[in-house]
């Protein structure tokens, strides 16, 4: 069973447009995370949800919002995609905001 | 603030041995080390919860220095399975910060 997964695997897309990625995890945790690696595989956070609420936004774009339906869910949306945007987009998991993080798949997004 | 990993690169033969540093610049409440094989997603390989701890877990292992807020990861008689980049992630005030990672290529 996959404990944190990721839709799409692959994201094409031109710039301008918008686009979701989803996460979903069936490890009952609490928190959900997105973070973004870019080509040199700096790893950083965006956004950490706990229990369904935002706790730590970092200074990413509005363009960003991440949406979490439930606790095993966390969303995330993009409009008007930009260059700079393309980076693989892992969601993870924790029990709580101090604990192990178990990462999905990634989401490979390329903005043409 | 992301911590800083210690070396970059690191190319070892296998049974070698290889220490890769993190440090803070300011105070840690915890550290995790994570290792990336390229094309998938890290994956944990151990917490450090408080000053002067060790953990390891077959021939890795790991040290806190809450003082000095560093962290070191120990690759001992390594294998071709090590190969990888490690992430050194700083836990203060519930937000995770990664280094920039180490790359370890171990050969034959």
């Known amino acids: 069973d996959t404990a944190v997964s990721q839709t799409p695997k692959y994201l094409v897309t031109q710039m301008g447009n918008d686009k979701s990625i989803k996460c979903e995890q069936n490890?009952?945790?609490?928190?959900m995370y997105w973070y973004k690696q870019d080509s040199k595989k700096f790893l950083k956070i965006m956004f950490s949800y706990n229990n369904k609420e935002l706790i730590i936004n970092e200074t990413v774009p509005n363009r960003f919002s991440p949406k979490s339906p439930d606790k095993a869910h966390l969303n995330l949306h993009i409009n008007s995609l930009e260059l700079g945007d393309s980076a693989v987009y892992f969601c993870a998991s924790s029990l709580g905001r101090q604990e192990t993080q178990y990462f999905g798949p990634g989401t490979r997004l390329l903005v043409l | 603030q992301q911590p800083v990993q210690s070396p970059q690169a690191v190319i070892l033969r296998e049974g070698e041995d290889a220490v890769i540093n993190c440090s803070s610049s300011k105070a840690l409440y915890s550290v995790h080390w994570y290792r990336q094989k390229h094309g998938e997603a890290p994956v944990f390989l151990m917490i450090l919860l408080k000053g002067g701890e060790q953990k390891g877990h077959e021939k890795i292992s790991a040290s806190f220095n809450e003082k000095k807020q560093q962290s070191s990861l120990y690759l001992t008689a390594s294998q071709l399975s090590y190969s990888g980049t490690y992430f050194c992630?700083?836990?203060?005030?519930?937000?995770?910060?990664f280094g920039a990672g180490t790359t370890v290529t171990v050969r034959a």
């Open positions: 490890l009952g945790h609490d928190t």
């Open positions: 992630g700083t836990e203060n005030t519930y937000k995770l910060s």
